[in-house]
């Protein structure tokens, strides 16, 4: 079959590369004039490596696993809320792998042949009919596809073209800072993996090894309703927002030059698609289901789609391409819309204040080691 992938981040790689294996004929678009993806680092969840295994690109991520041994939420100065035995989670599901964006989408990438991608092509429409789907791009023809896989992202124009009544995303009314260091000695091995939450001004602080010698960091904070900042801007307000945190916290933030730090203003879907498949077309990734980062599940989640859509297209003929994407939809739909919604209820909670945090941390330390490392590994199951 002619295959079409439109959108060349993680998930969409992997989604190429896995149906490009199948023998299929895979077209993938990219409007930007290369492969490559810019960023800090990320990490990939047990779930998400298992679905890299399916694909066969987990050996290269494989070699980035995060050992950890006590991980969870902790208060503004480092004190525990919610410890969970991360050894016990690993032992019992897998390991995460946390490991720099950019090395992420080599790897993913390397199996693809060249002769299948086509940069600097923006899709800006689908028109589907009877016999296949025709890629527009600058309001021309430039393939007739079998099967159109829309990657686009967290701004897909697809989604929008597929469901033109859905409000599409929302503001969390947060931002995100996020940067990448050589690791400093003497870092405490409780802050790794841990997650900083403070009860006055709702802010949230996170630091994950990446290798041996790097650190990945982000902050999460309120963004009141301002234009969202420049790095350097940013850099300063968390400086100052945090200035009574744990002390290697302003120390990490300080350490990254401005010009590393990147800046984003949170969004999510408003509301969870009514369906992920479309006659020919699936959406995937981001593009059916952007979700706060609050679960690190966003790229895991985009892999999971990837390697359902591989195994759903496996033997397909260009007849049966919409009703095997629709058992793709009941297959992906609730799993991801699940973690979605659970993400968000993790947002709500990491950024109470006032007495509703009071009351928050007092029950989070009340939950037991042992549950919240059974919640953990659920979550990390696929």
Same mark, same amino acid.
């Given at each position: ?26 077209? *993938?678009?990219?409007?930007?004039? !290369? ?62 792998? $946390? ?80 940067? +990448? ?33 790097? *650190? ?17 801007? =940013? ?18 933030? !300080? ?21 992920? =498949? ?8 981001? =593009?059916?289901?952007? $979700? ?24 397909? !003929? ?21 973690? +979605? ?21 007092? *029950? ?19």
């Amino acid at each position: 079959m002619r295959i079409a992938v439109v959108g060349a981040g993680l998930g969409g790689v992997a989604a190429a590369v896995g149906l490009h294996r199948l023998g299929q004929e895979v077209t *993938l678009f990219e409007r930007g004039a !290369e492969l490559r993806e810019a960023g800090t680092g990320i990490v990939v969840m047990p779930n998400g490596l298992r679905a890299l295994e399916v694909l066969g690109l987990a050996d290269d991520v494989r070699g980035h696993v995060m050992g950890a041994t006590r991980a969870g939420l902790r208060d503004w100065r480092g004190r525990p809320l919610l410890v969970t035995d991360a050894v016990r989670a690993q032992q019992e599901v897998g390991t995460p792998a $946390m490991i720099e964006r950019a090395e992420l989408h080599r790897a993913l990438r390397a199996p693809l042949p060249s002769g299948l991608v086509r940069t600097m092509t923006l899709v800006e429409r689908l028109e589907p009919d009877s016999t296949g789907v025709t890629v527009i791009s600058d309001g021309s023809p430039v393939m007739k596809a079998d099967a159109v896989i829309a990657a686009d992202g967290i701004g897909s124009k697809l989604r929008g073209q597929l469901f033109p009544g859905h409000p599409g995303l929302r503001r969390t009314g947060r931002l995100d800072l996020r940067g +990448m260091l050589p690791r400093p000695p003497g870092v405490a091995p409780e802050l790794l993996a841990s997650q900083l939450v403070d009860r006055r001004s709702g802010a949230m602080f996170g630091l994950f090894p990446v290798g041996e010698d790097r *650190l990945y960091w982000f902050t999460d904070s309120l963004l009141n309703g301002t234009p969202p900042p420049g790095a350097s801007e =940013a850099r300063g307000q968390m400086l100052s927002l945090m200035a009574d945190w744990h002390p290697l916290v302003t120390a990490v933030i !300080e350490a990254t030059p401005s010009a590393d730090i990147y800046v984003d203003p949170i969004a999510c879907l408003a509301e969870p698609l009514p369906s992920y =498949a479309a006659d020919r077309i699936a959406l995937l990734g981001d =593009a059916a289901h952007a $979700m706060s980062p609050d679960l690190g599940q966003g790229a895991s989640q985009a892999f999971e789609d990837a390697a359902a859509l591989t195994r759903h297209l496996t033997g397909a !003929e260009a007849a049966d391409v919409a009703q095997r994407l629709l058992r793709y939809d009941a297959e992906r739909r609730p799993r991801a819309n699940g973690i +979605m919604r659970a993400a968000s209820r993790q947002s709500r909670l990491t950024s109470q204040t006032g007495a509703a945090a009071w009351l928050r941390d007092a *029950l989070l330390r009340a939950v037991p080691s042992r549950l919240a490392t059974r919640q953990l590994a659920a979550l990390w199951r696929a």
